[in-house]
């Protein structure tokens, strides 16, 4: 069993940066490729970004690359989104995940999932 609990979203202005954290309970958090999600209202939930249980490689939807990293301390059981440039288009829930599986993994079907942060971003 995992769990998982999200935070850092909140208000910014077009331009700006935002750090989401989403902290993992459970003994086996390395064992997990870990993702962010987003859904933004009216619309599907969208993969955005996804990563090893290493750390060691990473993939984004094209309409984050250069903008937002992903991140994880595995001793911290913790995986990171930093989301710099930001655009009002990036404005929704964002929700992590994680996948038992050795590979990158960019579906939906993610074994676990939290309850999401906001974020919004002003023009």
């Known amino acids: 069993q995992v769990q998982l609990v999200e935070s850092g979203g909140g208000l910014v202005q077009a331009g700006g940066s935002l750090r989401l954290s989403c902290a993992a309970s459970?003994?086996?958090?390395?064992?997990?490729?870990m993702g962010w999600f987003r859904q933004a209202p009216g619309k599907e939930r969208e993969f955005v970004t996804t990563?090893?249980?290493?750390?060691?490689?990473?993939y984004y939807t094209d309409s984050v690359k250069g903008r937002f990293t992903i991140s994880r301390d595995n001793a911290k059981k913790t995986v990171y989104l930093e989301m710099n440039s930001l655009k009002p288009e990036d404005t929704a829930v964002y929700y992590c995940?994680?996948?038992?599986?050795?590979?990158?993994?960019?579906?939906?079907?993610?074994?676990?999932w939290g309850p999401g942060t906001q974020v919004t971003v002003s023009s």
């Open positions: 990563i090893t249980w290493n750390g060691g490689t990473t």
């Open positions: 459970g003994r086996t958090f390395s064992n997990y490729a």
């Open positions: 995940a994680a996948k038992r599986t050795s590979s990158l993994y960019y579906l939906l079907d993610y074994d676990y």
